[in-house]
């Protein structure tokens, strides 16, 4: 590992072994800290309901964890519960967040170069090489689609732009959702988009795959982990809360594996032309911002509307412009109250990106099983035109087996060059704000209490 890109994750790491070995001198008085109950570290059963938006907006979706206890909460469309997605699997993430992070290198890395897409048009196949090179993102909302409106709880993922969902009778393949899979025979809107049309050739600038049988649109998206979607490309009508959107663009997938928990499918809130964003954009002036919340509680994703009042705003990155990445300009960082003593030069080399979901595999742990609580050192990111991100303590430790193996949630992308990654962890309780029309990114604290 290059000396230039380890020194801010081990002066990150020589704070924390301070605070540890030396509980009690004065050291330790130097340090800002979090005071920790070790209890909080761990993963909850009990679902807390107590978030709210609390600024004005056009609207807004209810937004948990796709393996947390609030999964349960969302209905199918005959009003029952849905089982719940899955146990909690702290180690099963962590392999499925390095994938993502191989798989956004690897695209990052294409576009620095100005590699062509990959893809290549077939009659009536769709080639699956690479595509979004994304995975999943870990947290869901509900909509709805089609005539009359069918509920759909969907996968958010701020590094994709197509939104696709299982659909009826999936005469090749489909995993196992919790609700109904979409029928677009039982819809009076749904149409298939046609293979000539300039909806069509929006697939690979957002991405993906594009192919035809005979006159229909096929898409074909794949993901960092190997999970993908392919199907017709079709238009329908949208629900999101009480705003309606007719001839929405997505993919109703005849083929889809992968890890995708139990939900129905992906929603696409990336920065081209087909994601959520641009395709609402006359209604939400293409903003949106989210609060992602811990395991046991509930978030929101919001749309158009006004700014909380104590955002603050950097600038997306103007080297990342020409890709789908929501790019910042990560300026510092301090452990403790206290700036780390590294040249300027370690966060301008390599470029960052926030993300919807978690990075790496974590590789500095302690153990906690003798303790009620702990004294955690205050964490925060600075970034391009004065914005301190303060990061939660649920941003800065996470258990990965019980209090035994409580694991610092910073890890090395593996080279000082290599693209970096503000993942859902260090995001968690921000209300974090995207407004594409000014090119900023936006970050309030508080927003999901």
């Known amino acids: 590992m290059p000396t230039t890109h380890f020194s801010s994750i081990s002066l990150i790491t020589y704070a924390f072994l301070l605070m540890i070995m030396f509980p009690c001198c004065s050291l330790q008085k130097s340090f800002d800290t979090h005071n920790a109950k070790v209890s909080s570290f761990l993963p909850p059963d009990v679902c807390d309901q107590s978030s709210q938006v609390h600024h004005n907006i056009d609207s807004s979706l209810e937004l948990v964890h796709k393996l947390g ?71 869901v909302v509900m909509v709805a689609l089609g005539t009359p409106a069918k509920n759909l709880t969907l996968v958010f993922d701020t590094g994709s732009d197509i939104t696709w969902t299982q659909c009826e009778p999936c005469v090749r393949s489909c995993y196992r959702q919790a609700q109904p899979k979409f029928d677009p025979r039982k819809s009076s809107s749904y149409k298939n988009v046609s293979c000539s049309s300039a909806s069509c050739q929006l697939i690979r600038a957002s991405g993906g795959a594009k192919g035809c049988s005979s006159s229909t649109c096929l898409y074909g998206v794949q993901y960092g982990d190997g999970s993908y979607s392919v199907g017709f490309f079709a238009i329908d009508k949208l629900t999101i809360s009480s705003d309606v959107f007719n001839n929405f663009l997505f993919g109703c997938g005849q083929e889809n594996k992968g890890l995708f928990g139990k939900s129905a499918g992906l929603l696409g809130l990336g ?4 994601s959520l964003a641009f395709q609402t954009a006359r209604k939400y002036k293409k903003l949106f911002s989210y609060c992602l919340p811990s395991l046991s509680s509930t978030g929101h994703l919001s749309f158009g509307g006004k700014l909380p009042k104590s955002v603050k705003f950097t600038p997306l990155s103007s080297k990342l412009l020409s890709t789908p990445f929501y790019g910042i300009d990560v300026t510092g960082i301090s452990v403790g109250g206290h700036k780390l003593s590294a040249n300027a030069s370690v966060f301008s080399k390599a470029d960052t990106i926030i993300d919807s979901d978690g990075v790496s595999i974590l590789d500095t742990c302690y153990d906690f099983s003798n303790y009620d609580e702990v004294l955690v050192p205050k964490i925060s990111i600075f970034l391009r035109g004065g914005v301190e991100i303060e990061v939660n303590n649920m941003g800065i430790m996470v258990a990965i087996k019980g209090p035994e193996q409580v694991c610092l949630a910073f890890a090395s992308t593996g080279d000082d060059t290599d693209l970096t990654i503000l993942g859902s962890t260090q995001q968690k309780s921000y209300e974090v704000v995207h407004d594409l029309a000014k090119g900023r990114i936006g970050f309030a604290p508080g927003g999901c209490s």
């Open 69 to 139: 206890p609030c999964f349960a909460r969302f209905h199918d469309d005959k009003n029952k519960k849905l089982e719940k997605s899955g146990s909690y699997n702290i180690q099963e993430m962590l392999i499925k967040d390095q994938a993502r992070v191989h798989s956004i290198h690897a695209k990052y890395s294409r576009y620095q170069e100005q590699w062509s897409s990959a893809f290549k048009e077939k009659q009536t196949t769709v080639p699956i090489h690479s595509g979004i090179n994304i995975g999943t993102g870990n947290y």
């Open 271 to 274: 920065r081209k032309r087909l």
